[in-house]
């Protein structure tokens, strides 16, 4: 997959839920993962707007045992688990309906970088993620690139809010996939 005209994030931590997306201009993403007053684990998604000013695009509240709990994204409540189920049509597929009502599927891409390809309704690769070898920033340890291929498909990737979906179910892919959720 070329990546001429993607626009990459680089994604830091081994663990999504504690991480931060960032390209040349900074950091894009932020999940912070705190434990609330009631015990619960609450991953909060944060995309910075302008300098030092940031709005909450997602709030994911775990099950108890760290397995998958509801999502809050934007004014749409709904369990974590109807953002990556598992697509029977492929080995560790995961479908989501995005906020456009259409379906789109994570999957391995069978290349040598071993990319997780986003695919659109027509199987047009949208955004991947790619693991990389660490590497260190002033910013912190980077462990993948998400990258979105601006002008795939209806090239509408690049745009809120399909594409805070795309970083809150590329996470939950890592996740679920980590953990065999």
């Known amino acids: 997959m070329a990546t001429a005209g993607n626009e990459v994030l680089s994604w830091t931590s081994q663990d999504p839920r504690q991480s931060q997306l960032f390209g040349s201009y900074g950091v894009l993403y932020r999940f912070q993962t705190d434990t609330n007053n009631q ?45 990556v189920r598992r697509d029977p049509r492929v080995l560790d597929g995961r479908i989501f309906n995005g906020p456009d009502g259409y379906q789109y599927r994570w999957r391995p891409s069978n290349n040598p970088q071993n990319d997780i390809w986003l695919q659109d309704q027509n199987d047009n690769v949208i955004a991947f993620y790619r693991p990389i070898r660490p590497q260190r920033y002033n910013i912190g340890d980077v462990y993948g690139e998400l990258h979105f291929v601006r002008n795939a498909g209806a090239g509408v990737v690049m745009h809120p809010p399909l594409m805070d979906t795309v970083t809150v179910t590329a996470m939950l892919y890592r996740y679920a996939t980590a953990y065999g959720l």
């Open 39 to 83: 015990g619960q684990v609450v991953t909060t998604l944060w995309r910075a707007i302008r300098a030092n000013k940031e709005d909450r695009v997602a709030k994911l509240e775990w099950a108890p045992n760290g397995g998958l709990g509801r999502a809050v994204i934007g004014k749409s409540t709904l369990p974590m688990a109807d953002l």
